[in-house]
Every structure is written in structure tokens, then in C-alpha cells.
């Protein structure tokens, strides 16, 4: 989906067009980032934030990676003019940052309100020399083939944010609070892909369960205690559903 996500954005007919293709479907891509097309008389902006909670040391991670792929597509596009774009970090400027200018040819911004990709307002509408109507086409159609299976993204997502809060339980509204969805949006797209939340949690309890048993190194307490269990009897009552037997 890189591939295709890569041309749709190339072979648009601007700029301008480059960014909002990007906004639409960066999240394709990538279902752990949320994308924002902004508009102002001075510039357009591609805003980047995380999809759900993660650690600030994660994101950064994964920010300087999309800002590193954001650079190298938009550098094909923009030429020479890729020195007047900006990427903007909303954290200090971190230590052996003189480095980074070595894979960077735009500018660079620390403690910016927000990760960001900033274009001119006069650059938006320069051509694209990629442009494709009919590649173009081909590739949404396939980012659009992707996008009807997107469910099932956010159920492996919704998978790993019940994971990362383990030993707490993370519940169904605190989930589609993090995803930035109404709970009535959350509960639907999960049902459309054929789960539900409780089904979720309960599948990642149950490998959790697997994988510990398998590995012998936890009593019964300890697992129950790792998992969000009140105690060793309430883990083994859900291992007789799961399995049939205690574990």
C-alpha cells in the first residue's frame, strides 16, 4: 500500500492536490497516525498526530520516520523548492540534531505547536512532474479497495491499545475516546468488521494466557495480576471458557 499510496500522491496534477491525497489516505498506510489537511492564506499543512496513546519516546520514533518519508516524496515533487517547505516537531531540539540536516533538505522547526509538514501558499499550485490522471485513478482505486477493508486495521489496532494498557483494562469508551471516535462510530465500525470490543479483549486475554502458560515462568497470581485479574480464581474461571479446563 506504500506503492500505491506513493503513486496516487505523485501523479496527482498539483501540489496542492500531493497534500490533500496525503491527508486522505495517509492513514491507510499508516493506521497508528491521524492526518489533517490545513488551508491558510500563507500556507497548507499536512498535520500529523498519533492514532492513539502512546509513549512521548514512540513518537517522537515514528514522527521523525513519516517526516523522513514525507520529505523524500515531496522532494521529488517540489524540486529545488523543497528548501522552502518546513517540517515542524513540537518538542525541543534534541541532542546531535546537526545530524539530521544531513537527510533533510527543507527547513527544520523545534517546539512547534504541532508535527507538521508546511508548503507555501505559492508553491500549493505548481504542477506536479509526476502527473497521471489515468495512474492516478488506479491508484486511488486501489487505496479505496484498501480503505473498505480499513475495519479490520482498527480492530488489530484497537488489538495493540488493549494490550499496551495491560494490567489495567482499557474499556470500550476510553478505546473510541483515543481513536478520536464517538463510542456509537466505534461500536459500529467493529460490528461492520464482524467483532466487537468485549470479543477483543477477551482474544487478547486468551493469547496473553497461551503464551504465559507456555513460557512457565508466572504462577497463576502473577498472571492474574498481569492481566487485570482481581485474582487467581477470576483468571481460571475465564480459562475454563476459553479452553474448557484450567490452565
Known amino acids: 500500500?506504500?506503492?500505491?499510496?506513493?503513486?496516487?500522491?505523485?501523479?496527482?496534477?498539483?501540489?496542492?492536490?500531493?497534500?490533500?491525497?496525503?491527508?486522505?489516505?495517509?492513514?491507510?498506510?499508516?493506521?497508528?497516525?491521524?492526518?489533517?489537511?490545513?488551508?491558510?492564506?500563507?500556507?497548507?499543512?499536512?498535520?500529523?498526530?498519533?492514532?492513539?496513546?502512546?509513549?512521548?519516546?514512540?513518537?517522537?520514533?515514528?514522527?521523525?520516520?513519516?517526516g523522513l518519508n514525507i520529505h523524500a516524496l515531496f522532494a521529488q515533487i517540489l524540486e529545488d523548492s523543497i528548501r522552502d517547505t518546513r517540517l515542524e516537531f513540537p518538542w525541543p531540539l534534541p541532542a546531535g540534531s546537526q545530524r539530521l540536516?544531513?537527510?533533510?533538505?527543507?527547513?527544520?522547526?523545534?517546539?512547534?505547536?504541532?508535527?507538521?509538514?508546511?508548503?507555501?501558499?505559492?508553491?500549493?499550485?505548481?504542477?506536479?512532474?509526476?502527473?497521471?490522471?489515468?495512474?492516478?485513478?488506479?491508484?486511488?482505486?486501489?487505496?479505496?479497495?484498501?480503505g473498505s477493508g480499513n475495519n479490520a486495521s482498527l480492530s488489530r489496532t484497537v488489538e495493540s491499545l488493549i494490550a499496551m494498557h495491560l494490567p489495567n483494562r482499557l474499556s470500550?469508551?476510553?478505546?473510541?475516546?483515543?481513536?478520536?471516535?464517538?463510542?456509537?462510530t466505534f461500536v459500529r465500525r467493529l460490528a461492520d468488521s464482524g467483532v466487537g470490543f468485549r470479543g477483543l479483549l477477551d482474544?487478547?486475554?486468551?493469547?496473553?494466557?497461551?503464551?504465559?502458560?507456555?513460557?512457565?515462568?508466572?504462577?497463576?497470581?502473577e498472571m492474574a495480576a498481569a492481566l487485570g485479574y482481581a485474582d487467581a480464581t477470576s483468571l481460571s474461571r475465564a480459562c475454563r471458557r476459553w479452553f474448557g479446563s484450567k490452565r
Not at 500556507?43 to 496513546?53: D, G, N, T, W
Not at 499550485?125 to 484498501?146: I, N, R, V, W, Y
Not at 478505546?175 to 471516535?181: D, K, M, S, T, V
Not at 482474544?203 to 497470581?221: D, F, K, N, Q
Open 203 to 221: 482474544g487478547v486475554l486468551r493469547e496473553r494466557v497461551r503464551s504465559m502458560s507456555a513460557a512457565g515462568r508466572m504462577s497463576r497470581e
Open 101 to 146: 540536516h544531513a537527510f533533510f533538505s527543507c527547513r527544520l522547526k523545534f517546539n512547534a505547536r504541532a508535527f507538521a509538514f508546511e508548503v507555501p501558499s505559492q508553491l500549493a499550485d505548481l504542477p506536479s512532474p509526476f502527473a497521471d490522471p489515468g495512474l492516478h485513478a488506479k491508484a486511488l482505486e486501489a487505496l479505496q479497495m484498501t
Open 1 to 66: 500500500m506504500q506503492g500505491a499510496l506513493d503513486v496516487a500522491v505523485r501523479t496527482t496534477s498539483t501540489v496542492n492536490e500531493a497534500l490533500a491525497t496525503g491527508a486522505r489516505f495517509g492513514s491507510f498506510r499508516a493506521p497508528f497516525i491521524r492526518v489533517r489537511l490545513r488551508e491558510a492564506a500563507s500556507a497548507v499543512r499536512l498535520e500529523i498526530s498519533p492514532a492513539f496513546a502512546m509513549e512521548q519516546s514512540v513518537w517522537r520514533a515514528i514522527a521523525l520516520a513519516v
Open 172 to 184: 470500550e469508551e476510553n478505546a473510541a475516546r483515543q481513536l478520536g471516535l464517538a463510542r456509537r
